[in-house]
């Protein structure tokens, strides 16, 4: 059956969720949920042609990949982790000036003979050479770190993945470095640990993001297009 | 997704059990390596390029293991595990799956799972000889399919690693051209780098401080560093010793002061590397820049004489073979002669099968020593697509 709804998914948790809320309340759009209290359906009061999805940000990547929703609001950092062709898949329509993080490249602060990501490649081969082994780099940012090392020339480290506490590896001994998300940089000096000179990965903010490989009825995109400029003048 | 793994796989079964049969009756021994594969040790050595491409997951005990990107390996870690003090001669031969993921999307000529079929020799102190064993087996599995017009091509990164210990360059750097042959951008722009004398970050604060270390004596130096660290409050995280993150700041003072690379041996590298061309024309150009920078490189050179001589005896048509000095398959693990079998219509980038000496893996795997090891893998479905496109 074909869909003739518009669909949005909307983060169900966390500062992502408040943001979120608060916007589509600037934009009057009326976003509440329905049903059971912890249920994760919910509508517009603006327009009762919009369903809405509550999920979590890195879900709401894979139902924009795969075409399940329309519209959904969620980290740059994440669809750029989990697509692996952006452009083909979804496109970033506004970015909402909200969830900022940068996503770098991270080293101890003692290492003092490490400035710029070209110092790794050096400090790799001597570190293989001591210890018999690669750079350790805990991250849940596979690819981002694959793609910026690749591009780098950087290719003596293997990856270990991490998914929570990232910035605790180097000093548990179970990582050398980190790629990870730092908004100010504290928790970065509390573990002892430095961002390299040209170590930015990524500048990310949440983005309203639109699915190529959704159902798109010329009234879907009418829908849409209403929504998006209603967002837009509210920000 | 692909329902069937290969779509000839009768023909694929005929060809790869006439493949075996001619190992084995040279002598290799068929061994079935698992398939299953431990992640973290198996991919510390092979880098985060095939990595990246691997198949990784974590099994109901938490372990972490992998599907076999590739069997060289996976047949080390088989030689270890039948002989740990890796102290007995072994040869063998193998046919089984690989499995890569292919970021473009799995194609025919791309799959993402493949048979490998192939010869490994481990702990052969004639590294000449298993050398040549080597090369003529793989074309003599290749030809006994019915396959004639076959081309080799050479690299040997023990050449380059001898011209790099004949030049008169600080040992620091010769270090980092060894590392940096496997990423040619990298390495020229070294290159480049300290032929002009450019100093990187001279200005920074750390220049400061590595200026002031005592270059001479590296109990001072480190002593330094320790004062360093203790005063800024920075503990001693992420696995590196004092005494690394020590030398390294040395081998940067020492830039910061040294006298550029000469004009001429950067020359040299530059040269040497541009090599490529027939087997005999190869070896003449790598005489006449030798003879002409004033090096010895007679003993990698006579090598190099000596195993194109036999290999010609022996049948091989050099005159069609291609030697190239930067030639090195992009697997960090070579360490000497390195090739790959092609055909015309193919080319380099698709070879038919490729090989190469490693006697420094098995260390890394566990080996209580360094061990003379060599061997060389058959792309089986490129391989049959080929034969059968001749009939």
């Not at chain 2, 694929?12 to 009756?25: M, V, Y």
């Not at chain 2, 052969?124 to 298993?130: G, L, M, V």
């Not at chain 2, 893996?361 to 697509?385: F, M, N, S, W, Y």
Request: proline share 4%.
């Amino acid at each position: 059956m074909a869909k003739t709804k518009l669909s949005i998914a909307i983060p169900s948790k966390g500062r992502l969720m408040e943001a979120t809320a608060t916007l589509f309340e600037r934009a009057d759009l009326g976003l509440r949920k329905v049903g059971h209290e912890r249920g994760y359906r919910g509508a517009l009061d603006a327009y009762d042609d919009v369903e809405v999805v509550f999920l979590s940000a890195s879900e709401i990547v894979h139902h924009l990949k795969a075409g399940q929703v329309h519209l959904g609001v969620t980290g740059e950092d994440l669809v750029r982790e989990t697509i692996y062709d952006v452009e083909r898949e979804v496109e970033l329509v506004v970015p909402l000036a909200f969830g900022r993080a940068d996503v770098i490249v991270a080293v101890p602060a003692c290492w003092i003979d490490v400035t710029g990501v070209g110092d790794l490649e050096d400090v790799a081969a001597q570190f293989a050479q001591v210890h018999g082994r690669r750079l350790r780099v805990a991250t849940k940012y596979l690819n981002l770190t694959r793609r910026f090392f690749a591009q780098k020339g950087v290719s003596g480290y293997r990856i270990v993945e991490s998914a929570g506490a990232t910035e605790g590896t180097p000093a548990a001994g179970t990582a050398e470095l980190i790629v990870d998300i730092t908004t100010t940089g504290t928790t970065l000096r509390a573990n002892h640990l430095k961002v390299l000179d040209d170590g930015l990965i990524l500048s990310s903010q949440a983005q309203l993001v639109a699915a190529h490989n959704a159902e798109w009825s010329p009234e879907v995109k009418a829908r849409s297009d209403e929504i998006i400029a209603r967002i837009k003048d509210a920000l | 997704m692909a329902a069937e793994s290969v779509s000839n796989f009768e023909a694929l079964e005929i060809q790869a059990a006439k493949l075996l049969d001619t190992f084995k009756t040279a002598g290799y021994e068929p061994v079935a390596p698992s398939i299953l594969q431990p992640a973290g040790v198996f991919l510390d050595r092979i880098g985060e390029a095939l990595r990246g491409r691997s198949y990784v997951f974590t099994d109901l005990s938490g372990e972490e293991l992998c599907l076999r990107p590739d069997l060289t390996v996976p047949v080390s870690l088989l030689y270890l595990s039948r002989h740990p003090e890796a102290d007995k001669e072994a040869r063998y031969c193998y046919n089984g799956p690989a499995f890569r993921y292919q970021p473009g999307g799995a194609s025919q000529t791309h799959p993402r799972e493949f048979r490998q079929a192939g010869i490994e020799s481990f702990g052969i102190a004639d590294r000449e000889a298993a050398d040549i064993e080597m090369v003529l087996l793989a074309s003599a599995a290749i030809r006994q399919t019915g396959l004639d017009d076959i081309q080799l091509r050479f690299g040997d990164i023990a050449m380059f690693f001898a011209l790099l210990d004949a030049l008169e360059i600080p040992d620091r750097w010769r270090r980092k051209l060894r590392h940096y042959f496997w990423r040619p951008e990298i390495f020229h722009r070294m290159l480049r780098r300290l032929s002009r004398g450019e100093r990187p970050e001279a200005e920074s604060n750390i220049a400061d401080f590595a200026r002031a270390l005592d270059l001479d004596d590296f109990d001072t130096a480190q002593a330094q560093v320790d004062a360093y660290l203790k005063e800024r409050e920075l503990p001693l995280i992420g696995n590196r010793t004092l005494a690394e993150i020590t030398s390294q700041l040395l081998d940067f003072a020492a830039d910061l002061v040294a006298d550029p690379l000469p004009k001429e041996i950067a020359t040299v590298i530059e040269y040497y590397l541009a090599v490529s061309g027939t087997p005999e024309e190869s070896i003449g150009r790598i005489a006449m820049i030798a003879r002409g920078a004033g090096l010895d490189l007679d003993e990698a050179l006579q090598r190099m004489v000596r195993r194109f001589e036999r290999l010609e005896e022996e049948g091989i048509d050099l005159a069609r073979a291609r030697f190239a000095a930067d030639f090195g398959r992009n697997l960090e693990y070579y360490t000497g002669l390195v090739f790959q079998i092609e055909i015309p219509t193919l080319g380099e980038g698709s070879p038919l099968a490729g090989g190469g000496r490693y006697d420094g893996l098995l260390k890394h795997l566990g080996a209580p020593q360094d061990v003379p090891a060599i061997g060389c893998a058959i792309h089986t479905e490129r391989l049959l697509a080929v034969v059968q496109g001749l009939r």
